[in-house]
């Protein structure tokens, strides 16, 4: 195990480095299959076995089956890659970000066009640790 | 010889693309970033570029995590659009030009940039949103393209000052072949914008500002910039702004802005975009 990363700071971000990289390779690969539509058609056929031919663990499997969009990335998803994962679903980048932050689509495209996610008070984990 | 006669830097927002290719772009969300660019289409009209090499990184569409190369460049006569989800994007395939980059890879090796060689590569987002940004949707592409892709997506990613060095790598590559080409380099992504996780939508206007007025003035403050501050100040994805910085490099010292366009939201980022040239013609 690699020694505590400067990174381990940052709110709610997850920076996916070799660690998580290794640990997502299968999780990740399975995404990068679904470029193929007749990969994705299977997909949606039948979601469990076409997960099952991938070596990963259950937990990953049932943060795909529940598209439990901040799981994978905990779980060592990319978002390059869960992005195909949500394009075979039909959905955005801004329909998952908005999913990823808790909030509903219509809130996340507000916060958008007010300016976004402001900078200041999301700099560090001790700033949102005062948020109760 | 050739030269490198002027820098652009884009976002290549993927959102931006699905906009142009669904007939949105008069939509009132989409129309102030499409009229942003309307000057710059003109500019690039009339610089009329023999060759562009376009800066961007693969999201996951050409490679994967089998292979992960720092530094890549395309040397084939032609490069497919990729399929990243939804089909692939309703644009011409994009030329390239082996000679110049066989020429560049020849070149910066042995200036010590070790680039993987890629001769099969189909090309996604982060180099056709650019390309529709700046020529519209022709039949075909105005000018060939040279690809360069650098990851950006595996920590660690390039450092900026290792990028704003291959820029200058680059430069010594195209000044040294022997035909009179004009070239235009550009550097795509960013600007702030974190696509992931809980803080997704972080924006940060001040950075992106400081960004853009240093880029022209200071570049090499910006080659000071760490992965971390990218990070915690710009969000996990602004750190495709390095790509920026290889474009940058591969200009004059001394250049001056033509073109600065900035607004916010496209989709989930702040879209940048400046035109540079080298202040000596």
């Keep these: 195990m690699a020694l505590p990363k400067e990174y381990d700071d940052l709110p709610g971000t997850i920076v996916f480095d070799a660690d998580r990289a290794r640990e997502g390779y299968h999780l990740n690969m399975f995404c990068m299959s679904l470029m193929k539509p007749q990969n994705r058609a299977a997909f949606k056929a039948a979601e469990r076995a076409y997960l099952d031919q991938w070596p990963m663990t259950e937990a990953q499997k049932q943060s795909i089956l529940t598209r439990d969009w901040n799981g994978m990335l905990r779980l060592g998803g990319n978002i390059y890659f869960t992005a195909k994962l949500a394009a075979t679903d039909g959905l955005s980048f801004q329909q998952i970000a908005a999913m990823m932050t808790g909030s509903t689509q219509d809130e996340y495209a507000q916060m958008m066009i007010k300016g976004g996610r402001p900078i200041a008070g999301n700099r560090s984990k001790s700033e949102w640790k005062n948020l109760g | ?281």
């Design chain 2, 1 to 281: 010889m050739a030269r490198i006669i002027a820098g652009v830097a884009t976002s290549h927002i993927p959102a931006v693309g699905a906009a142009w290719d669904n007939g949105k772009t008069d939509e009132p969300y989409w129309q102030p970033v499409f009229k942003g660019f309307e000057r710059s289409k003109e500019w690039i009209a009339k610089v009329k570029p023999d060759v562009c090499i376009v800066v961007y990184n693969d999201h996951m569409s050409a490679f994967s995590l089998e292979i992960v190369p720092t530094f890549a460049i395309g040397c084939a006569a032609e490069f497919p659009i990729a399929d990243e989800g939804w089909g692939p994007r309703p644009v011409p395939p994009v030329k390239g030009h082996p000679e110049l980059a066989s020429h560049i890879v020849q070149s910066v090796v042995l200036d010590e940039f070790d680039i993987t060689i890629v001769n099969k590569m189909e090309v996604d987002h982060g180099l056709t949103v650019p390309l529709t940004l700046m020529f519209g949707q022709p039949k075909e592409w105005p000018c060939p393209v040279i690809p360069i892709a650098v990851n950006v997506v595996v920590y660690p990613v390039p450092t900026g000052n290792r990028c704003y060095l291959l820029g200058k790598a680059i430069r010594k590559a195209v000044e040294s072949f022997d035909k009179d080409l004009r070239v235009v380099i550009f550097g795509t992504g960013g600007m702030s914008h974190q696509l992931q996780g809980p803080r997704a939508g972080l924006i940060n206007r001040e950075f992106d500002t400081r960004f853009l007025d240093n880029l022209t003035v200071d570049p090499r403050a910006l080659t000071k910039i760490s992965h971390l501050e990218y990070l915690r100040e710009a969000g996990s994805e602004a750190i495709e702004l390095v790509m920026w910085l290889i474009m940058r490099g591969a200009l004059d010292d001394e250049v001056k802005e033509v073109r600065r366009f900035y607004h916010v939201p496209a989709s989930n980022t702040a879209l940048g975009h400046i035109v540079l040239e080298n202040a000596q013609p």
